[in-house]
């Protein structure tokens, strides 16, 4: 049976509307932008102290002191693990969409209780929406809006809408019917129906609904950490990553923190907007017996709760009023940047991460605000070439990014190889005998499980092993290549290692591990793989433009091989979580190394 191309015209269809339609998805994102950051500059302007005693006074106006409590321990917790910026990115994405998500949902599902077709046509539309895999969503929002937070909140909004759409639809239809007979006997207009009778007997329905849509929100921003939409996404998908047990804890307890204070306080908001909740709620409330009863079911009114809020606010403001007078401890001819802040982005490789962490110590002691952001290379190469990040120092060319190369080298500037020559290779540990070429594979599939343990599935590497490396061997059929990522890939070399087990693995020169482990490199005399790599730093042209200093800097980088291992090593040593630390130990280290490459304009110094 022929096979019919739905990508490839999908494919088609979005090159036309990037083309043509580049001006509505700019205005789009430049809207969508400006709400978060709106949200997300009120929710962290507070002391984080400050800001948990404000959400616990909206937990006390919502469901009372036990759970104001509660919620004043979980954010602290959540500060005391050092996630508060990123609980506060999260929550400010789950709001905005949240609300753009309801503002659409409400009058869809509306629509379709007036009309039949309205409600045929949304029914297998809102199947569609809530079966696709929540990935899918990130690739149209990507491909339109580059990397950052629209694509996430594109892809947030579509995934929650579903249950909105029709839990609004199905607390419209369970309204008694004669309710509605009645009101339209006595003159009532269509309008005035809807307003003052179905809407508030169908409000407890609906307001399940928008619970529903809130904590979808929620799953769906963490999965959009992957695009750069950053906040605990951003956090959880790093630990991932580099299988980082401690961060991908500490960063998941956080997202069930906000989760749970999300669904308590959407659940109990509809007591507060319903007249069947706001009854229910005030039996409760008259049942209740002795003081400890009457304790747990206090609730303060709107106006207490309303002063008690603005009175931190203006506490938080005071507070940060106060301490606006500090500085950076940069000094003034060496301050170049002047507080601008750059966009680096990188790849979870380690002279990837080595050499991003180097550009940010170094960014910041001449006075930059540089914000580092971790992403597949797929999204990385898109991001600089739309200008939402300005470089990254870890593209492989001419072979390894290749494929990347030639669909955003047009849009993007190489600045240069600051490394090289690399190399491509797969290793097996030393005690494996009779393999040293990738030849010798060749009919010993069974001794390694028929498997080749490697990186990321967007690596350029992982297409040339699958295209090129296993077909010229012979080695398709008998192996499988498992993609997996990096720090994957490491910890199963290492419990090989440890269990004195075969395994082979992809590995590429420079790494540590050659250092850390007993490992051969398989010869590759037919050369599959290619000719070495040179690591060079790629940035958008709008930077380049923008910033002629540090773009001046970046050309002339250099690191030798020495110096890129001893700095990967140093980093490897701290830890995760602790690259900045041990970057600047680094170079506290080798002071000339600041003075060489970034050195401070002569302009700079008068």
Avoid at 99 to 115: D, E, K
Avoid at 570 to 578: L, Q
Wanted: hydrophobic fraction near 45%.
């Amino acid at each position: 049976m022929p096979r019919i191309e739905f990508g490839r015209w999908a494919e088609d269809v979005i090159d036309w509307l990037q083309a043509n339609l580049g001006w509505l998805f700019d205005g789009v994102n430049d809207v969508l932008t400006g709400a978060y950051d709106g949200v997300s500059a009120v929710l962290a302007a507070p002391d984080p102290l400050l800001m948990a005693g404000i959400l616990a006074v909206l937990a006390l106006w919502l469901r009372g002191p036990v759970a104001a409590v509660l919620a004043l321990c979980g954010f602290l917790l959540i500060d005391s693990v050092e996630l508060w910026d990123q609980a506060m990115d999260t929550m400010a994405l789950v709001l905005v969409a949240s609300v753009i998500t309801v503002a659409l949902a409400v009058p869809l599902g509306i629509w379709g209780t007036r009309n039949r077709v309205v409600s045929a046509l949304l029914r297998p539309l809102m199947d569609f929406m809530q079966t696709m895999p929540a990935f899918v969503y990130l690739i149209p929002g990507v491909v339109f809006f580059s990397v950052g937070v629209t694509p996430g909140l594109i892809a947030t909004v579509v995934f929650s809408m579903p249950p909105g759409v029709r839990m609004t639809e199905l607390g419209i239809r369970q309204v008694d019917a004669e309710l509605v007979e009645a009101a339209e006997a006595f003159g009532t207009s269509p309008r005035d129906t809807l307003v003052r009778v179905q809407l508030p007997l169908a409000l407890p329905t609906i307001m399940a609904g928008i619970n529903q849509v809130i904590m979808l929100a929620l799953s769906m921003v963490v999965i959009a950490g992957m695009a750069g939409a950053g906040g605990l996404g951003e956090t959880v998908y790093a630990a991932v990553t580099r299988v980082n047990v401690a961060l991908g804890f500490e960063s998941g307890l956080a997202v069930v923190i906000l989760a749970m204070y999300l669904d308590r306080m959407t659940s109990a908001l509809n007591q507060r907007v319903s007249p069947l909740g706001r009854r229910a709620m005030a039996k409760a409330m008259a049942s209740a017996s002795g003081r400890a009863g009457a304790l747990r079911h206090y609730r303060p009114g709107t106006t207490v709760a309303m002063v008690g809020v603005v009175v931190l606010a203006l506490v938080a403001s005071g507070v940060n009023l106060a301490g606006s007078g500090g500085g950076d401890d940069v000094a003034d001819e060496d301050d170049v940047g002047r507080g601008k802040r750059i966009d680096i982005g990188y790849i979870p490789w380690d002279e990837g991460v080595a050499s991003t962490y180097l550009w940010k110590e170094l960014l910041e002691r001449r006075g930059y605000r540089p914000r580092v952001k971790q992403l597949d290379p797929g999204p990385l190469y898109s991001g600089i070439a739309e200008g939402d990040v300005d470089f990254q120092t870890d593209a492989w060319l001419p072979t390894t990014h290749a494929n990347y190369w030639k669909k955003y080298g047009a849009r993007v500037s190489d600045l240069g190889s600051w490394y090289g020559p690399t190399s491509l290779e797969l290793a097996v540990p030393s005690y494996v005998k009779g393999v040293d070429s990738l030849a010798d594979l060749r009919g010993k599939g069974s001794t390694f499980g028929g498997r080749i343990v490697g990186i990321e599935s967007s690596a350029g590497m992982m297409g040339i092993l699958n295209d090129t490396v296993v077909k010229e061997y012979g080695l398709d059929g008998e192996y499988e290549v498992v993609s997996s990522s990096t720090s994957t890939m490491l910890a199963q070399l290492d419990r090989s290692i440890k269990r004195k087990q075969p395994v082979v693995v992809t590995l590429w020169t420079p790494h540590w591990a050659y250092s850390k482990y007993d490992l051969k490199k398989l010869k590759d005399p037919e050369g599959a793989w290619g000719s070495g790599d040179e690591l060079h730093t790629v940035a958008s042209r709008s930077f380049v433009r923008n910033e002629p200093t540090v773009t001046r800097w970046l050309k002339d980088f250099r690191m030798s091989e020495e110096q890129l291992a001893s700095l990967e090593d140093r980093i490897h040593t701290a830890g995760e979580g602790n690259e900045e630390e041990a970057v600047g130990h680094w170079l506290d280290e080798n002071p000339e190394l600041v003075e060489e490459w970034v050195p401070v304009p002569a302009a700079a110094r008068r």
